[in-house]
């Protein structure tokens, strides 16, 4: 329930924002922000300030950024493809190459992607990064917002979008572009997006919020509708959300964004029986078994960990794996953590749900 509200101008540590917000303070004493007219144009300059910062000062798989590592969702996909004679992949928003790079080496000789980002210096060092890993005939580059670019029909085995659909123009160009999304995969072909949505930013040193600068800033719950609307005859690998919170920074100086991240990966499923050229998805890596093994492991988790058996990670790394569409389940759920039985509202956060369990250990609770 919303307490109350105020109007005010919003200022940063050097310019004013030239345009009133809302901001409403929720239950949570969070503060979500709305753009009167969110101009486009100001808040992709805030975005390429943003990334064009972090190109120049950080390589693909360089120590200590959070490019030092493939997106562990994508490479998790890799026995999937291992049958497969040939790929072909789209990366929407591909940056420098985090996603479509490793991927494309892992089946080289067997690979061909499209990579698109909106940003030249991304698809600069895209192609840069292709030459250094020898793959540079396999990666085609395009600089575009991805919301425009041409998705041929049953062209895909996989199409990516990391931390991208949030940059479309509108909540339209969004369903828009899921739209050519599932039309362009190849049956049996694969979705994988992981999504910011509900995001603030938060100024520590002058202690106010910012409007976030993000083209789209849907609420997570509308995100999924339109995710299982549109690919309803799919069937859903992998279904998450997952708040974090890291620095990003913008021209006023660093911000803390916070984040309800979605990831979501689906199949374009025609058939259980192999078509010779790719293995039929329910052929026991994702789907086989899921449902009823996460119900057999739900108590046993929890139980370990209360014994001090296992981590509070391990748990976390299971539920990353195991989860599924057919019965989606968040991290507090698996562990049996209800907010109205604590008498307390439970915050989706790793930290917050650690300490709550780590509380029942200390109690002796199972």
């Not at 509708?225 to 920074?249: A, N």
Request: proline fraction near 3%; aromatic fraction near 10%.
């Amino acid at each position: 329930m919303t307490c109350f509200v105020t109007i005010v101008i919003l200022i940063t540590g050097r310019e004013y924002i030239g345009k009133k917000r809302i901001f409403l303070l929720n239950k949570k004493n969070i503060v979500d922000t709305f753009p009167e007219k969110a101009v486009l144009e100001t808040i992709r300059k805030a975005e390429r300030f943003s990334h064009t910062r972090q190109y120049e000062r950080e390589e693909l798989f360089g120590n200590g950024s959070w490019l030092q590592k493939p997106v562990k969702t994508i490479t998790d996909l890799y026995p999937f493809f291992e049958q497969y004679s040939w790929i072909d992949i789209l990366d929407l928003g591909c940056g420098i190459g985090r996603s479509c790079i490793p991927f494309v080496c892992h089946f080289r000789n067997k690979c061909k992607a499209e990579a698109v980002d909106i940003l030249d210096i991304a698809v600069e060092k895209l192609l840069f990064n292709c030459r250094k890993y020898g793959i540079e005939k396999d990666v085609a580059g395009a600089i575009m917002p991805l919301e425009a670019y041409p998705v041929r029909k049953k062209a895909f085995d996989l199409i990516i979008a990391v931390s991208a659909l949030e940059h479309v123009e509108s909540k339209e160009a969004f369903i828009c572009t899921l739209e050519k999304i599932k039309s362009g995969l190849k049956d049996n072909g694969i979705f994988c997006m992981i999504m910011n949505t509900e995001m603030t930013e938060f100024d520590a040193e002058t202690g106010c919020y910012s409007p976030p600068q993000f083209e789209l800033n849907l609420k997570t719950e509308e995100t999924r509708r339109h995710l299982h609307r549109i690919f309803t005859q799919f069937s859903i690998l992998k279904e998450t959300v997952k708040k974090q919170e890291y620095e990003i920074l913008r021209e006023s100086g660093p911000l803390q964004l916070t984040t309800q991240v979605v990831t979501f990966v689906a199949a374009n499923v025609k058939t259980q029986e192999t078509d010779g050229k790719s293995p039929a998805v329910g052929s026991g890596y994702f789907i086989g078994g899921i449902k009823e093994e996460r119900h057999r492991m739900e108590k046993t988790f929890k139980q370990r960990y209360l014994a001090g058996e296992i981590s509070f990670e391990e748990i976390d790394d299971y539920v990353d794996t195991w989860n599924n569409s057919e019965e989606p389940c968040t991290l507090r759920e698996f562990l049996g953590l209800n907010a109205e039985e604590e008498d307390v509202w439970i915050e989706d956060s790793d930290e917050a749900l650690q300490d709550l369990l780590d509380k029942q250990k200390k109690e002796g609770g199972v």
